[in-house]
């Protein structure tokens, strides 16, 4: 199974970008996906992420910028990216999991970020 990120690319700080994640029938989970991002030297950070009943979790530099969602039926993950900075600055993969592997809400929602499939990424940058 694979995953396809795309909407990256180069936006003036304050700008917006959408990402987006194609998965399949055999990559889209029902528990668990996510959003993390790496910048160059730096460690990979989980950005947002959401559970199968849409709950969901942002890591404090992006809440209330980003949102995160999903759409079921085309098997795609989304992440709406607003008022963007220079230190959004990176590349962004999209992660989920098996659905063999139930993940609780509460997991999910925390630190979990053992997922089992990833993007290739897409490359975010913010020029100030």
């Known amino acids: 199974g694979h995953l396809v990120e795309s909407g990256g690319g180069s936006v003036q700080a304050g700008g917006s970008l959408r990402l987006s994640c194609a998965a399949s029938a055999d990559t889209y989970s029902s528990y668990c996906m996510a959003w993390f991002r790496q910048a160059p030297g730096k460690e990979r950070e989980r950005v947002a992420v959401?559970?199968?009943?849409?709950?969901?979790s942002y890591a404090d530099s992006v809440k209330g910028r980003f949102t995160i969602s999903k759409d079921n039926a085309k098997y795609f993950l989304y992440l709406q990216m607003n008022s963007l900075k220079p230190e959004d600055t990176g590349m962004y993969y999209c992660?989920?999991?098996?659905?063999?592997?139930?993940?609780?809400?509460?997991?999910?929602?925390?630190?979990?970020?053992?997922?089992?499939?990833w993007g290739q990424g897409t490359q975010v940058t913010v020029d100030s």
């Open positions: 992660a989920t999991n098996k659905d063999t592997r139930a993940v609780p809400k509460w997991r999910c929602l925390g630190d979990f970020d053992n997922f089992d499939y």
């Open positions: 959401i559970s199968g009943d849409g709950g969901t």
